[in-house]
């Protein structure tokens, strides 16, 4: 049976934030779970399965997933090592004033008509800040309150998010794909290891991720690297020894990556972040 621990981070009358974190333990589906209020998760470490009906959703650090109030689902671990997420939920009328109507199930409650979107390097960004900042205690209420709501704008932007359309077919192999990346993010994958391993031909595999995703696959593994490396940037000082085991060729790959993403080098958000260790 997996173990939860769940930190409240923030709550107002605007916005509640928990950072949630599962160890992975139980690798089949668990039993069924309910929502008690609609909120938006965000996964940062690791990666995990989320089971609704019929539908299965690789949850991972590229991926917002919407759990709607009073619906049902599963979650299982395909891949050991458990994960950590920001559940994040505010005010219902907020809520509707956010999300485009297209992105909103009709009823009297609101609900997403979708179980997730792929989010950019910049709502990224701001998941790590908000849990640093509020970790560390360092962010005030206003400031988070302020950076939730930005990142639910952008999560929920045409521009700065996309909804995945595909048959289930399709789906399901880049699932299979994903999956494949997150058990290792420091591997240098080749394509045709990774497609032996979902079982299609490296062509098919390339053409099908690119339609699901609108991104290459080359592209989406970059983007789990970085994110991996704004949850660890806390942990490390020597930031050369963090490129490196996260796949990097170099500290210069590894910061002109970074800096391409997010705006910064990993250096600028440490010190933006007051991540660095004090002696």
């Known amino acids: 049976m997996s173990q939860f621990s769940t930190a409240l981070l923030l709550k107002t009358k605007t916005v509640t934030i928990r950072d949630v974190v599962c160890n992975g333990e139980c690798r089949h589906k668990s039993d069924e779970e309910c929502a008690h209020k609609t909120s938006l998760v965000y996964p940062y470490r690791g990666v995990f399965m989320r089971h609704v009906g019929r539908t299965d959703t690789v949850a991972e650090a590229n991926q917002v997933l919407f759990f709607n109030a009073a619906q049902g689902y599963r979650i299982s671990h395909p891949i050991a090592g458990g994960d950590a997420c920001i559940d994040l939920s505010i005010d219902e009328s907020m ?137 660890l940037l806390g942990q490390y000082d020597d930031l050369t020894s963090l490129g490196l085991d996260l796949g990097f060729s170099s500290h210069s790959h590894f910061s002109a990556s970074f800096k391409q993403a997010f705006g910064q080098t990993p250096a600028e958000f440490q010190r933006s972040a007051q991540l660095r260790r004090r002696p």
Do not use: C, M
């Open 95 to 231: 809520l509707e004033e956010l999300a485009p109507k297209e992105q909103a199930q009709p009823g009297p409650v609101f609900s997403f008509r979708r179980q997730r979107r792929r989010i950019d390097p910049r709502a990224q960004a701001l998941v790590a800040l908000l849990r640093h900042g509020l970790r560390r205690n360092i962010a005030e209420t206003l400031e988070a309150e302020t950076l939730a709501l930005t990142l639910v704008r952008r999560s929920l932007g045409e521009r700065t998010s996309h909804a995945a359309g595909a048959s289930v077919g399709r789906q399901k192999l880049v699932d299979r794909a994903k999956l494949v990346l997150s058990s290792d993010l420091a591997r240098r994958w080749t394509l045709a290891e990774i497609a032996s391993e979902v079982g299609v031909s490296p062509v098919y595999l390339t053409q099908v991720f690119q339609q699901v995703e609108a991104t290459p696959l080359y592209r989406y593994q970059l983007r789990l690297r970085l994110a991996r490396a704004l949850d």
